[in-house]
């Protein structure tokens, strides 16, 4: 069963659920694992890509678009949807909605920033997931 897991940042925080998606994403490669980062508007799409590249100065963490890169060669593929990674581990959702295919995944990550609608979108997919039978996790953050 997929591993619900909700990354909320706290009052105080810098970041956005953007810089908190590319937080996970490099934890989750440096335990090896692929990443599918769910990203269903294209414009949000196209932030995140290029957060991607300067998200660390000294770092870089091999992504691309999922139907457009290689993922043998990028084990971080954003994409929205149409065109899922074939050894799915790790879904991220940046969609304010519950992917249909999350039960594909291990594990889920939830990021959720103070955005009002972000949070109330996240509060309804938490009590969904519960009444779908998952085991929930939280996680609060500062960043």
């Known amino acids: 069963m997929t591993r619900i897991e909700f990354y909320s940042l706290q009052e105080g925080s810098r970041g956005d659920r953007f810089l908190l998606s590319c937080r996970l994403a490099e934890r989750i490669y440096q335990e090896d694992k692929r990443v ?50 074939e050894a799915p581990q790790v879904l991220i959702n940046l969609s304010r909605e519950i992917p249909a295919f999350f039960s594909r995944f291990q594990r889920l990550c939830e990021p959720i ?9 996240g509060r309804e997919r938490y ?14 953050l500062l960043l």
């Open 36 to 85: 599918y980062i769910y990203v269903p508007d294209a414009e949000e799409r196209e932030h995140l890509d290029r957060l991607l590249w300067t998200y660390r100065d000294r770092s870089f963490l091999p992504h691309g678009l999922a139907g457009q890169a290689d993922p043998d060669l990028n084990p971080i593929l954003l994409g929205s949807g149409t065109h899922l990674p």
């Open 113 to 121: 920033d103070l955005d009002p609608e972000i949070r109330q979108a």
């Open 127 to 140: 009590r969904r997931y519960g009444q779908l039978g998952y085991e929930r996790f939280h996680h609060a």
